[in-house]
């Protein structure tokens, strides 16, 4: 599933192809996506310029002079662009297509994802109103999490996933975060200091952007008829290495569920 760290690599990858570009034309092939593509969207969206392509936790935002597209690759979206006449696959489901010849081709298997259009401000629509800050902006810190988590008896781990709280940290970076900051992830929210805090939310900034820059290598994969960018290898020193050593102190790693979610910890080095 594509992660903030994949959808930020995905918005690098494409932006310098879209931006300033002229929209001809819109393809929809399947509309039936997580919520209906809307049925103007084509009407809409021909004749307009893309201004900027930005992110706000995994949706990728489209601005134009009269609105926005947003779209989210949910389980299994990617975006590529292509060359004009490239035949369409079975999964490809959107082609906005660009005065210059370029394609944006949007393919999901799932059909998970999802491709919306909104004339008022962004942070004002829906599904992003009441999300939390950013966790690579200065907004996002150890007072903040500090803050919301006294009296909150639900783990860690839980609660530093909640978008309410700060977006972006799926399972995978939960648990790296936390193993690199030491802390249990079944340990109660509300009992953990500042200073540990500020530990955690310094660690969730660099898993990410760690993971942003190992995704680095995968932007030429962005312009590829074959290829299936955005996902990538990392690194990872807990997630799907249970019984495996750890690297800080050798002793084998331990799995639990938390919310039926893998759960990965040292029980030597996380207390
Ligand atoms: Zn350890």
Known sequence: MPELPEVETTRRGIAPHIEGQNITQVIVRQPKLRWPVPETLAQTLTGLNIQSVSRRAKYLLFSTASGTILLHLGMSGNLRIMSANQAAGKHDHIDFVFANGTI??????????????????????????????????ADFNGELLYSLSRNRKTAVKLFIMDSHIVVGVGNIYANEALFMAGIRPT????????????????????????????????????VNEAGKPGYFQQQLRVYGRAGLACAGCNQLLTEIRIANRSTVFCGHCQQ
């Open 104 to 137: 944006l081709r949007f393919n999901d298997p799932r059909r998970f994802g999802a491709v919306l259009w909104t004339t008022e401000p962004p942070s004002e629509h829906q599904l992003l109103k009441d999300l939390g800050p950013e966790p690579l902006l």
């Open 187 to 222: 340990r109660q929210a509300g009992k953990i200091s500042l200073a540990r805090y500020q530990k955690l939310a310094e660690c969730i900034r660099v898993v990410l952007q760690q993971a942003i820059q190992q995704g680095g290598t995968t932007l030429r994969d962005f």
